[in-house]
C-alpha cells in the first residue's frame, strides 16, 4: 500500500501550506492579469474539471474503483440547481442542499446493488448509470428535453450577486481550494486508509475487518457531493444547461484528469485537470491537429510516467538529486583544504602545560 503524506516529494508537510499558499495567490491573480474575457473563461473551465477530478479521485484514487459515469452526479447538481431556481424562483444557495440530497440518493441507489462488482463489471454499471441521467434529462419535458434550461437567476451572497465571469471564476477557485483541503484531511484519516487498503487488496480489507462494501458506498457518496456542488454552481456561472454536458465525453475528461495526474494524488489530479483542459486550448490555433497532438502526448505521458505526471509519493525530485547532492558533497570534501592538527585542536600538538 503506498504511504507518506500527499505533501511528499517535492511538497514537504512543512512547505506544504506555504506551496499552497503561493499557488492560491497565483490563481486569484488570473483574472488581473489576464488580458481578456476569454483567458478567464478557460480557466475557469480548468476548476470546473478540477472539482469533478477531485470527486472522482475519492473513487477512483482512493477506494480503487473505475467510475465512467461520474458526470451524472455533476448533471444532478446542475439540474435541480436549475429547475429549482427557474420553475420555483429559490435562490441558488437554498437550492444546494437540495441537490446534495439527490446527489446521494443517485449514490445510494446505485451504489448499494452494484457495489460489490469489481473491475469491468463495475465500470460497465457506473457508465450506464451516466447514461441513464443524460437521457432522462434529455427526454424530459420538466427538465427542457433537448434545449436544456434557460435563464437561470445569478448566484446571490447577501446583497451581492455574481454576474461576471471573473466573479464565477473566484467562486470556483474557492470550491477547488474547499475540495482540495477536504480531500487531503481525508486522506490521513481512518477513512481514508480504509479506502486505501481497499484499493490495494479487497479480500486482505476485508480479512483485516474493513466492511468493504460499506467504505465502497461511503467514496461513492463521498464523489457524489463534490461533483453535485460543482454543478450546482456551474449551472448559474454558464445561466444554461443543456444534456450534451453532461455525457460520456464529460465523464472522460474527468478520468482523464486524475489518470493524467496520479490516481490517488490530490496535487495530481489538479495538474491533471490543467493539462487536460489547457493543452488542447494553447494549440487551437492548429484547429484540427491540436487533437492528434494532444492524443500523442496522452501516449507518451502514460507510456513514461504510468503512474501519473505527480503521483501519490510525489514527482520525486528530491530523490533524483539526493546522487548530485552526494557528489557535490563529495567534490567539496576532496577540493578543500585540509586543516593541520594545530589547527583542529587549536594549538601546537604535545605542547606541555605551564604549571601554575
Keep these: 500500500m503506498a504511504s507518506g503524506s500527499e505533501f511528499a516529494g517535492p511538497v514537504s508537510q512543512r512547505s506544504g501550506p506555504a506551496v499552497a499558499l503561493a499557488v492560491i495567490a497565483l490563481g486569484a491573480l488570473v483574472p488581473v492579469f489576464a488580458g481578456s474575457t476569454y483567458v478567464v473563461s478557460v480557466a475557469m473551465q480548468v476548476e470546473i ?15 480503487g474503483m473505475l467510475d465512467l459515469g461520474f458526470a451524472a ?10 429547475l429549482l431556481s427557474v420553475d420555483l424562483h429559490w435562490p ?22 452494484t457495489l460489490r462488482l469489481r473491475s469491468d463489471y463495475l465500470a460497465v454499471v457506473t457508465l450506464g ?19 436544456g434550461i434557460y435563464g437561470i437567476p445569478a448566484l446571490s451572497i447577501g446583497r451581492f450577486s455574481v454576474t461576471s465571469t471573473a466573479g464565477y471564476y473566484y467562486v470556483f477557485l474557492v470550491l477547488v481550494v474547499l475540495f482540495a483541503a477536504i480531500s487531503l484531511r481525508v486522506r490521513r484519516s481512518r477513512l481514508g486508509r480504509a479506502w486505501l487498503a481497499i484499493r ?33 454552481f456551474y449551472a448559474p456561472a454558464f445561466i444554461a444547461i443543456a444534456p450534451p454536458s453532461f ?19 490530490v496535487w495530481g ?3 491533471g485537470a490543467g493539462v487536460v483542459i489547457a493543452f488542447p486550448e494553447i494549440f487551437r490555433q492548429f484547429a484540427q491537429a491540436r487533437l492528434l497532438v494532444f492524443g500523442i502526448v496522452l501516449v507518451v505521458i502514460m507510456v513514461l510516467r504510468p503512474q501519473g505526471v505527480w503521483p501519490e509519493g510525489g514527482l520525486g525530485l528530491a530523490r533524483r538529486a539526493r546522487p548530485v547532492w552526494a557528489w557535490a558533497r563529495g567534490m567539496w570534501v576532496r577540493t578543500r583544504p585540509e586543516k593541520t592538527p594545530e589547527a583542529r585542536l587549536g594549538g601546537p600538538v604535545g605542547a606541555p602545560e605551564e604549571s601554575k
Excluded at 457518496?221 to 460543482?230: D, E, Q, R, Y
Design 200 to 232: 490495494e487488496d479487497e479480500d486482505t480489507a476485508q480479512a483485516m475487518g474493513i466492511k468493504v462494501r460499506r467504505y465502497k458506498l461511503y467514496a461513492y457518496m463521498a464523489g457524489s457531493v463534490f461533483g453535485s456542488l460543482t454543478g450546482s
Design 129 to 147: 448509470f451516466g447514461e441513464i441521467i443524460q437521457n432522462l434529462v434529455n427526454n424530459l419535458s420538466q427538465t427542457g428535453g433537448p434545449e
Design 269 to 271: 489530479a489538479l495538474l
Design 247 to 265: 455525457g460520456f465525453s464529460e465523464s472522460l475528461l474527468v478520468v482523464m484528469a486524475v489518470s493524467i495526474g496520479g490516481m490517488g494524488s
Design 49 to 63: 474539471l478540477m472539482c469533478l477530478a477531485l470527486g472522482l479521485n475519492f473513487v477512483v484514487g482512493y477506494a
Design 92 to 113: 441558488v444557495l437554498t437550492t444546494l442542499p437540495v441537490a446534495l440530497l439527490a446527489a446521494l440518493a443517485g449514490a445510494v441507489f446505485i451504489g448499494a446493488p
Design 73 to 82: 452526479f455533476f448533471a444532478i447538481g446542475a439540474y435541480t440547481t436549475g
